[in-house]
């Protein structure tokens, strides 16, 4: 038995959670019928229960099936979702294409020749990341050991809603008919003791399914999958191990440890665990970043425009350099002023394009900076912050910046990356390289 696609992904790791427009998730939105909300477990119950209660969840064909809500007709026909431009890739396959042999990360006209007659949709990526925001919301509403991996996939660790929803599979089987009747689009769910079997399961039980290996299974089961099928090992692994005759993970099983670290190295052992299903990994939710700024108050209050300006160009690069490492783009700036007398104001403004470029933050803080008009008195503090954030994954996105702006996004990348070497200092526009009297 072969896995149909290897278990780990090259999609982008989800930073990000926040969503759901800031809305308060209901903690019981998901307690309808077929629940046992308020079922008395005894203990023995759920420390049984609770042995399998990580969930993988995935939506099937994620970018395909969000398009098929607006056009039920393709239901069931092959469907890719890509630019159909000539280096561009599949980014998405409908299961009917992937019949063809069509698979997401194939060059579109690899794919197009394989699948002539697939039905090719180019991707709305603002949609899908709204969407993904629901889907998140949905399993916050379930637990708050939520673990994002990327748009369309998370762990879920449901040890604590037993009591409240059911077990594992009746909570993996209320996140599958959510998503289908609240989201129009299907998600197979895997369940194990583990985060790394629970991915194996529902890379199987692909699409729309369920697939729960439970802890008794575990070991027989994980025996009968190839090597590539254990997490952290790639193509070279595999070749490597082959090599060496190890080809299944009993095959990993059966090696002595020793032997194993000699050829894998410090892996060696991390790959003889997880053959034994041996992965403590907790479900670890990932902190919300709602925004990300810079601000510095002035060694002496000032009401100099031109000392403002540099200040802002300053924050602006300070607060970009964070949005970029934290692989985010804002929709909105806002630009904080405290007065001599501590009053402070606060203007913000959303921009159509999510922006992670100083040169562009700093141009709509100067507008909100003008904005304010005359400004009654000294100011004390000056702050930029970038609010709603989104995940910056989608390369996609800056294409409809234009060509000037993706200069500016590529020096201020190299800028980034000389910082990290050299620190802070080595490196600042021209501009900043003026004493700025007054600011510390
Ligand atoms: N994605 C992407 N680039 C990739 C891989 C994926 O942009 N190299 C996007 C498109 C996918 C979405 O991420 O729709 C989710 O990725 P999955 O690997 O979960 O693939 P799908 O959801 O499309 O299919 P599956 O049913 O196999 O999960
Ligand atoms: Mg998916």
């Not at 969000?66 to 599949?90: D, H, T």
């Not at 990327?150 to 998503?179: C, K, M, T, Y």
């Not at 934290?326 to 929709?331: I, T, V």
């Not at 800056?398 to 500016?408: F, K």
Request: aromatic residues 4%; charged residues 25%.
């Amino acid at each position: 038995m072969g896995l149909d696609r290897e278990n780990h992904t090259d999609k982008h790791t989800y930073k990000h959670i926040d969503k759901n427009g800031g809305k308060p998730i209901d903690k019981h939105a998901g307690a309808t019928s077929g629940t046992t909300s308020g079922t008395p477990y005894s203990e023995a119950d759920l420390r049984e229960l609770r042995r399998s209660s990580i969930l993988h969840v995935d939506m099937d064909a994620f970018f395909v099936s969000v398009e098929l809500r607006s056009r039920p007709e393709l239901k069931g026909r092959p469907v890719i979702v890509g630019y159909p431009a000539e280096r561009s890739v599949v980014l998405s396959a409908s299961y009917a294409a992937r019949k063809f042999g069509v698979k997401s990360a194939m060059p579109m006209a690899v794919a197009a020749r394989m699948c002539p007659s697939a039905v090719i949709i180019e991707p709305r990526h603002k949609l899908y990341y709204e969407v993904s925001g629901q889907i998140m919301a949905i399993f916050g509403s379930i637990t708050d050991l939520v673990e994002p991996l990327s748009v369309d996939e998370a762990f879920l660790d449901v040890g604590g809603a037993i009591r409240r929803l059911g077990p594992p599979r009746e909570i993996g089987e209320l996140i599958r008919r959510r998503v289908e009747s609240e989201l129009g689009i299907t998600a197979s769910v895997g369940i194990a003791a583990s985060k790394f079997v629970a991915k194996i399961a529902s890379t199987r039980c692909k699409p729309d399914g369920l697939l729960l290996i439970g802890p008794d299974e575990t070991v027989p089961y994980l025996h009968t999958l190839p090597v590539s099928a254990l997490w952290g090992v790639g193509a070279k692994t595999v070749e490597v191990l082959a090599r060496m005759g190890i080809r299944t993970v009993a095959d990993v099983a059966a090696t002595p440890l020793p032997s194993l670290r000699k050829i894998l190295g410090a892996t060696g052992e991390h790959v003889h665990r997880l053959s034994w299903g041996i992965d403590p990994r907790p479900v670890t939710p990932v902190r919300l970043e709602k925004s990300i700024g810079a601000e510095e108050t002035f060694a002496v209050d000032t009401a100099d425009d031109a000392l403002l300006h540099r200040e802002l160009l300053r924050l602006s690069h300070r607060t970009a350099e964070r949005l970029r490492s934290a692989g985010m783009h804002a929709r909105t700036v806002a630009l904080k002023l405290r007065y001599a007398d501590f009053s402070t104001i606060t203007r913000s403004r959303t921009v159509s394009t999510p922006i992670d470029s100083a040169q562009l933050l700093y141009g709509v803080a100067v507008q909100l900076l003008e904005s304010v008009g005359q400004r009654p008195m000294t100011v004390r503090l000056v702050g930029i912050r970038a609010e709603q954030l989104e995940e910056a994954a989608q390369a996609p996105l800056q294409l409809s910046l234009d060509r000037r702006d993706d200069n500016w996004r590529a020096a201020e990348q190299a800028l980034d990356r000389v910082t990290r070497k050299f620190g802070n200092k080595s490196v600042l526009p021209a501009r900043l390289l003026d004493p700025a009297p007054g600011a510390d």
